[in-house]
């Protein structure tokens, strides 16, 4: 038996991966209803840090993996102890903490954006005038945007950070997610309320000038790029150190949340995927890194004399990632078999992709505007979302009719905005047939074009 902590989308389509190759799989989520709880041989319903549940898991898995990286890290640890657990919890820790992770990419030699660690008051009063304007993003704990805020100037920086410190969003950076509320932590596949994932309690931190504050909410503000395109490598390092990749994924954000993702000749310019891919193997192999990790990069506006893109690192998920849902059908090896076979310590073969594919979320908010016109306007339904009026189903049976649409979806019984309910798949030979074939379908559901 194989298992993971977490019980959201991505832990059940490992869960579907695993159950091919013949594994049985167990999950550990506090949600009675986890979609990945719902399909395994084994559903530890409790705390992540619930001695009992952690010492279940270690006596029935021959392995165990994370699908999130806000696990509490002393979990795996614990785990790590008895059981082969991938990804180790060191490199688990380094992608719960945007400041640990933007220390790894310069380490690793891979441009980041330029940003400030900011840990006092004193530390925003001494932010540089070339951060501005920024985001100003909590150092734990986000996701899917969440915990971000866009500051424009240096008073719009005051009070985003005042507001942050106020929620209490994150965690002083540096510790690792004790105590009960990082326990009660739920997967943010299953779309938590965030704030109870997080805890202000910690220790004093000591201030440039060395005055102890109380515990802050350590923020990282980062520059706002000029975003030509982002996009994300998908791979998998083995204990032997071997590397293996998905295509890179060209994607586009809405609101923060990954809505559009293509693979295939097309996507984006060769070189900078190579690039990218170079980076990505940079920062896994800096990380000693065993299993499945995204890495995402921003692909900056050409600028300068050379009037060439270029590439910044973002961020890495700890195991497989949204950008990477198209491999189940569009390569012959996908992201979740990746992870097992990590996790098995079986062979790695680089995945071959064979068709170009278009990947679309499908979040809540579809099942208020679902049966919209296609002439309708994408805007009007977006905001105006009557939480009296009844869910409505999304019309599957148009979607289905289009040639190569794969419907994937999580078997999460509520709808709501922003959540995360399933996603489609178009694939075909080329990326302009699967182009067209997501046009499509996204017409027929109200999705926004692109
Ligand atoms: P999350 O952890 O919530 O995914 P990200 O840091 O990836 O947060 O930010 C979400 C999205 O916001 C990114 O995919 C990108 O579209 C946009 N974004 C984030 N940081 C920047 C930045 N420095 N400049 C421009 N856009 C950004
Ligand atoms: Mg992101």
Not at 116 to 122: K, Q
Not at 226 to 248: F, I, K, N, T, Y
Request: hydrophobic share 45%; aromatic share 4%.
């Amino acid at each position: 038996m194989l298992g993971v902590l977490g019980g959201g989308q991505l832990g059940r389509m490992w869960a579907h991966a695993a159950q091919t190759m013949g594994y049985q799989t167990a999950v550990l989520d506090p949600d009675p209803h986890s979609p990945a709880g719902l399909v395994s041989h084994l559903h530890l319903c409790a705390d992540y840090l619930d001695p009992q549940a952690l010492a279940q898991m270690a006596q029935q898995c021959a392995a165990i993996t994370t699908e999130f990286e806000n696990v509490p890290a002393q979990a795996l640890a614990q785990l790590a102890q008895t059981k082969f657990v991938s990804p180790a919890a060191a490199a688990v820790a380094v992608a719960q903490d945007r400041a640990q992770e933007k220390a790894h990419f310069t380490r690793c030699g891979v441009p980041v954006a330029p940003h400030a660690v900011l840990a006092s008051a004193a530390d925003v009063a001494a932010v540089s005038e070339a951060l501005l304007p920024g985001i100003l993003k909590t150092a734990r704990m986000g996701y899917d945007g969440k915990g971000q805020a866009h500051v424009a100037n240096r008073a719009e920086l005051l009070a985003a950070w005042q507001s942050m410190q106020s929620t209490g969003l994150a965690m002083p950076s540096g510790d690792q997610a004790p105590g009960a509320n990082a326990a009660r932590a739920s997967s943010p596949n299953l779309e938590a309320p965030h704030p109870a994932q997080a805890s202000t309690a910690g220790k004093a931190i000591v201030s440039p000038q060395g005055h102890a504050t109380p515990s802050a909410t350590v923020c990282v503000l980062e520059k706002m790029l000029p975003l030509a395109a982002e996009c994300s490598v998908v791979l998998a390092r083995g204990h032997d150190g071997q590397m293996v990749h998905l295509p890179v994924q060209a994607n586009l954000h809405r609101d923060g949340i990954l809505a559009v993702t293509e693979v295939g000749d097309g996507a984006l310019d060769p070189a900078l995927a190579a690039q990218a891919v170079a980076a990505a193997r940079d920062v896994a192999q800096g990380l000693d890194y065993v299993g499945v990790l995204c890495v995402e990069f921003f692909v900056l506006h050409p600028d300068g004399p050379s009037g060439k893109t270029s590439l910044v690192v973002n961020e890495i998920a700890p195991r497989p990632h949204n950008s990477g849902h198209h491999s189940i059908d569009s390569c012959d090896v996908s992201q979740f078999e990746l992870q097992v076979r990590c996790m098995a310590g079986l062979p790695l073969v680089p995945p071959r992709a064979h068709s170009a594919a278009v990947m679309l979320n499908l979040l809540g908010d579809l099942w208020w505007s679902g049966a919209v016109s296609a002439s309708a306007p994408v805007q009007q339904h977006k905001n105006a979302h009557p939480p009296t009026e009844p869910a409505r189903e999304p019309n599957w049976a148009a979607v289905l009719a289009l040639p190569g649409v794969h419907l994937h979806l999580y078997g999460k019984t509520q709808p709501r905005r922003g959540r995360k309910m399933g996603h489609l798949t178009c694939t075909a030979p080329a990326l302009a047939q699967a182009r067209d074939v997501a046009r499509q379908a996204a017409q027929c559901l109200g999705l926004a074009p692109w």
